[in-house]
């Protein structure tokens, strides 16, 4: 009896860990415009969903169902997470605004094959130069290493732009 209720609750557990999980993946894909990929993990997502809800409903009477139920979903929550930024699907742009070392830092980025627009601008402080470089989200991690390396002072922002056309991209190995 103990092993049938238990293997219940870890049944329920994992379907709720893999769909949860693969619906916070749908989320990103319909975020960054992949209607396809987000219709089918959609499909699976839902045909796991009701396998598992139908033997918490099967079961009510067993508050280990519900707790696989719960724990499921809060577990899948955060693997589906670390997936997406496993994945890294998309496009960073990296805007940073350097008082002193705009230049060299355009260049640096540039002789590292990513493009780099330099703007002259003035701050609250003085003149400044804001570098914008638009980058796959895998490489985000290697221009900060850059910037930093060069001004550690660097004022930077990274977003997340839904569509990226044209202009120069280098291709993360």
């Not at 998309?90 to 590292?112: D, N």
Request: net charge positive.
């Amino acid at each position: 009896m103990f092993w049938s209720i238990l293997g219940s609750a870890l049944l329920i557990f994992f379907l709720r860990l893999t769909d949860v999980s693969m619906g916070t993946v749908r989320t990103m894909m319909i975020m960054r415009g992949q209607r396809k990929w987000a219709a089918l993990i959609g499909f699976v997502e839902v045909t796991i969903w009701v396998l598992a809800i139908s033997q918490v409903i099967q079961n009510l009477d067993s508050i280990w169902n519900i707790f696989g139920y719960s724990g499921g979903f809060a577990t899948g929550t955060l693997l589906g997470m670390a997936i997406e930024n496993r994945l890294a699907l998309g496009y960073s742009t990296i805007s940073v605004i350097s008082m002193s070392q705009g230049l060299k830092l355009a260049e640096e980025a540039r002789s590292a094959g990513f493009g780099a627009t330099m703007v002259e601008g003035t701050g609250k402080s003085g003149p400044v130069y804001l570098i914008n470089i638009v980058v796959q989200r895998k490489q985000v991690a290697q221009v900060m290493e850059l910037v930093n390396s060069i001004d550690a002072t660097a004022f930077v922002t990274v977003e997340e732009p839904k569509t990226v056309r044209r202009g120069y991209r280098r291709i993360a190995k």
